[in-house]
C-alpha cells in the first residue's frame, strides 16, 4: 500500500507541518504540502472529516457529476463511510499569482474489503492565505505499476496582466469557456479526432476509466486511435486564474456513444496567448 510504506514518515511530517500544511505559499511546494496533509487527514480522521475540513465553501466532488462537497460528506459523516482512501501527488502547478494550482497522481480505495485504484486530480485555490480544495474527481484504472515520476511546476516568472473589473474578469473566463465549447464542437463533427493535436499540449494526460493513463501527446494520440473512440463534449462550468494561465473548465460528453463527465486543466501559451488542454479527464 502507498501509505503502510510511508506511515511513519508521514506521522512524522504530518506534525511537523500541522500548522502550516495549508498555507499558500507563491510555490508549488506549499500546494504538494497542502495535498499531503489532506492525504494523511483521510487516515487520521476518516474521508468525510478531511473532506470537510479542507473544503472551500464551493467546493465541488465529481461522482461523476458535480455536486457539493459539504452536501455530500455532511450525509456521510452521520455513518461510517466504509472507505479508506489514500494518494500521492505526483504532478502539481500553480499559477503565477499563486491563487489557484492543482494536484494530481494515483489513489488507492479500499471499500468494504475490496480495493480499487486509479488517478484523481484535486484543485486548489488560496483562499485568505490558505490553500483551500475546490474541486475532487476521480477515475478507476487497472492498478499502476512503474516508477513514480514527479511532476512539479513552478512558473518560469510572476509576471501577468492585471485586468481590473469583473467584466475584463469574466471576458477571461469566456475565453476559456469558448475555447473548450469549440473543442467539443470540432471533436464531434466529421473526423474530429484530427482537432485533438490542435487542442493537446505536448506533455497532456489523458485519465481515462478502466485504462492506464497516458502521459504525452503522442501516448495520448495512440491511445485514441488504438481504442477507436470517438468524442464529443459540452463545458458547463470554468474556472481561471487571476493571473490569466491556469484554467479548469467541466461538462458532459459523449465517448463512442457512452456518456461521462470530464474536467479539463488548460495552460495559455504565453508566446501565442493559446490555452492549450495538459489534462483531460472522465469520470463514468
Given at each position: 500500500?502507498?501509505?503502510?510504506?510511508?506511515?511513519?514518515?508521514?506521522?512524522?511530517?504530518?506534525?511537523?507541518?500541522?500548522?502550516?500544511?495549508?498555507?499558500?505559499?507563491?510555490?508549488?511546494?506549499?500546494?504538494?504540502?497542502?495535498?499531503?496533509?489532506l492525504n494523511f487527514a483521510l487516515f487520521r480522521t476518516g474521508v468525510p472529516n478531511a473532506f470537510l475540513k479542507y473544503a472551500a465553501d464551493n467546493a465541488l466532488i465529481f461522482q461523476p457529476a458535480p455536486v457539493s462537497i459539504h452536501t455530500n460528506f455532511k450525509k456521510t459523516k452521520q455513518k461510517d463511510s466504509g472507505e479508506?482512501?489514500?494518494?500521492?501527488?505526483?504532478y502539481a502547478r500553480i499559477s503565477k499569482k499563486a491563487d489557484l494550482g492543482f494536484t494530481s497522481g494515483r489513489f488507492e480505495l479500499t471499500e468494504l474489503g475490496k480495493k480499487k485504484f486509479g488517478v484523481y486530480l484535486n484543485v486548489w485555490k488560496n483562499?485568505?492565505?490558505?490553500?483551500?480544495?475546490?474541486?475532487?474527481?476521480?477515475?478507476?484504472?487497472?492498478q499502476l505499476i512503474r516508477e513514480t515520476k514527479f511532476d512539479y511546476f513552478e512558473p518560469k516568472n510572476q509576471e501577468f496582466y492585471k485586468l481590473i473589473g469583473p467584466q475584463k474578469t469574466q471576458m477571461r473566463d469566456d475565453i476559456v469557456f469558448g475555447t473548450d465549447e469549440l473543442f467539443g464542437k470540432r471533436l464531434g463533427s466529421k473526423?474530429?479526432?484530427?482537432?485533438?493535436?490542435?487542442?493537446?499540449?505536448?506533455?497532456?494526460?489523458?485519465?481515462?476509466?478502466?485504462?492506464?493513463?497516458?502521459?504525452?501527446?503522442?501516448?495520448?494520440?495512440?491511445?485514441?486511435?488504438?481504442?477507436?473512440?470517438?468524442?464529443?463534449?459540452e463545458p458547463k462550468g470554468v474556472l481561471r486564474a487571476f493571473s490569466g494561465d491556469l484554467a479548469f473548465t467541466?461538462?458532459?460528453?459523449?465517448?463512442?456513444?457512452?456518456?461521462?463527465?470530464?474536467?479539463?486543466?488548460?495552460?495559455?501559451?504565453?508566446?501565442?496567448?493559446?490555452?492549450?488542454v495538459i489534462i483531460d479527464m472522465y469520470m463514468e
Open positions: 500500500m502507498i501509505r503502510k510504506a510511508l506511515l511513519f514518515v508521514n506521522f512524522i511530517l504530518f506534525f511537523c507541518l500541522a500548522g502550516v500544511a495549508q498555507k499558500a505559499g507563491n510555490n508549488v511546494k506549499s500546494l504538494v504540502e497542502a495535498d499531503e496533509s479508506d482512501l489514500e494518494w500521492k501527488p505526483e483562499e485568505n492565505g490558505k490553500w483551500k480544495l475546490l474541486y475532487h474527481a476521480k477515475t478507476f484504472q487497472p473526423n474530429g479526432n484530427k482537432y485533438f493535436s490542435e487542442f493537446y499540449d505536448t506533455n497532456v494526460r489523458i485519465y481515462f476509466p478502466d485504462k492506464y493513463p497516458t502521459y504525452s501527446l503522442e501516448e495520448s494520440l495512440n491511445f485514441i486511435l488504438k481504442n477507436k473512440l470517438t468524442f464529443k463534449s467541466y461538462g458532459e460528453a459523449t465517448v463512442s456513444g457512452k456518456q461521462y463527465e470530464y474536467i479539463r486543466a488548460w495552460q495559455i501559451e504565453e508566446a501565442t496567448g493559446k490555452w492549450n
